[in-house]
């Protein structure tokens, strides 16, 4: 009796087709594999502030003044102009000695990383250079691909309750030769203990 009123108003067709339907995604679905993730949460609490040259210590958040520079000095792709020293500082009572730290410059959190260079895109779109990245260097001048990972490319053991990570920063013309105006971009970085 329950069976011939089912069919008779329908369910019994809908039942059957659910269930057929929740058989078949379950068969298609299939687990390859888990990510797990650690990672460790350092009690290193050190103060940041940077800067360049003329403004040395503007904070965790800061802007490295790069020189006004002529066409010339970029009139093809490939030539770099403009270098300017900039710093990262760590300090305080609560920057502990002895721990090794390291800048990360952090490539999800930084939209303005060309992936094809590394280098930072100018983000200035009324009035701005054309053909013209900012790429970072290292202490050594060695450039750094910021579109790869760079974890360990300055480690840098705290002493004294304090640290500090020299770079460069400098125009780099792309693709043609640079035309004149601003240019503009930013990096976002985080600082790892070990």
Known sequence: MIKGSLMRN???????????CGFSSA?????DGTISF?????????????????????????????PVVSVTAL?????????????????????P???????????????NIDAATGYLKNTETTGGAGNVYVRILNKDKTVLALNQANASHQPVTISGNKARFSYWGQYAAVGNAATAGTVKTNVVYSITYQ
């Open 27 to 31: 068969a298609v679905t299939a687990n």
């Open 10 to 20: 329908g369910y019994g067709k809908t039942l059957l087709i659910a269930a057929v």
């Open 97 to 111: 000695n002895d721990k090794i730290a390291n800048v990360v410059f952090e490539r999800a959190q930084s939209t």
């Open 75 to 95: 009139a093809k792709a490939g030539q770099v102009a403009g270098d300017t020293p900039f710093h990262i500082n760590l300090s305080g009572e609560k920057c």
């Open 38 to 66: 650690e990672g460790t949460i350092s009690d290193a609490t050190c103060e940041i502030s940077g800067g360049d040259e003329a403004n040395p210590s503007q904070g965790a958040n800061f802007k490295v003044a790069l």
